[in-house]
């Protein structure tokens, strides 16, 4: 994907910068309104990321002015501004998706990807997943690698529904903690590493060639290699 993020705080806009650098998708910031328009009109985004309180031309201007202009690129604001009726004014000025600050940034990435799956066509609910001779059915809650029945933890077989659902990406702590274990902080422990090599010792060890690799300073994939 690739991401303009129109946001005037820098933290926050490096944070997203970072995380969505780390997923494996492109991401430009600019800090002002006006700047945000120019450049959304300017070139094709997949999506962007809109702050409504901005200096030159808030958020909810922005969007109607984009809208104006004929082009429908799927726009999600970013807000401090939670109130359900701030909700609705931004939905009502052409925004397609609304989230809060503070927010986690697994949520954030999932509601811009549903927001492009939604301008592609949604596609029917997988209930299969699959990397190689690797299978996991979500309606039975069974895994299979080679035909052999895998026996899962409940906390493995989230680690590795979520590693299947993002087979070819590298996956980071971050995106681990937030996703699995619903922390929105770092416990400063080996709990990944852990459930990592938990996880591995039982979907490669005794099969052919290995599908979980860890890709280091960066996090995790789950892919087949060539």
């Avoid at 999600?76 to 052409?94: I, K, M, N, P, T």
């Avoid at 811009?112 to 799956?117: G, K, N, V, Y």
């Avoid at 035909?147 to 971050?174: A, C, D, K, W």
Wanted: glycine share 8%; no cysteine.
């Amino acid at each position: 994907m690739r991401i303009l993020i129109i946001e005037d705080d820098a933290e926050t806009a490096a944070y997203l910068v970072k995380g969505l650098s780390e997923s494996g998708h492109r991401a430009e910031r600019v800090g002002d309104g006006k700047d945000g328009l120019f450049r959304a009109l300017e070139e094709d985004f997949d999506a962007l990321v809109v702050d409504r309180m901005l200096p030159g031309l808030d958020g909810l201007a922005l969007i109607r002015s984009l809208r104006a202009a004929g082009r429908k690129t799927p726009a999600l604001f970013l807000s401090a501004l939670g109130e359900v009726d701030d909700r609705v004014e931004g939905l009502r000025a052409g925004g397609d998706d609304y989230l809060v600050k503070p927010f986690a940034f697994s949520e954030l990435l999932a509601r811009l990807e549903a927001l492009i799956r939604r301008g592609e066509g949604e596609q029917a609910p997988r209930t299969l997943l699959k990397v190689a001779d690797l299978e996991m059915d979500l309606l039975t809650r069974t895994v299979r690698r080679a035909g052999r029945n895998i026996e899962l933890q409940p906390r493995e077989f989230r680690l590795l529904e979520y590693l299947l659902r993002h087979s070819g990406q590298v996956v980071t702590r971050t995106m681990l903690l937030e996703s699995v274990w619903d922390y929105h902080f770092d416990p400063q422990t080996n709990v990944i590493d852990v459930h990592i090599s938990r996880l591995r010792s039982k979907i490669d060890k005794d099969f052919e060639g290995p599908l979980l690799h860890t890709v280091r300073g960066a996090g995790y994939v789950l892919r087949a290699e060539a």
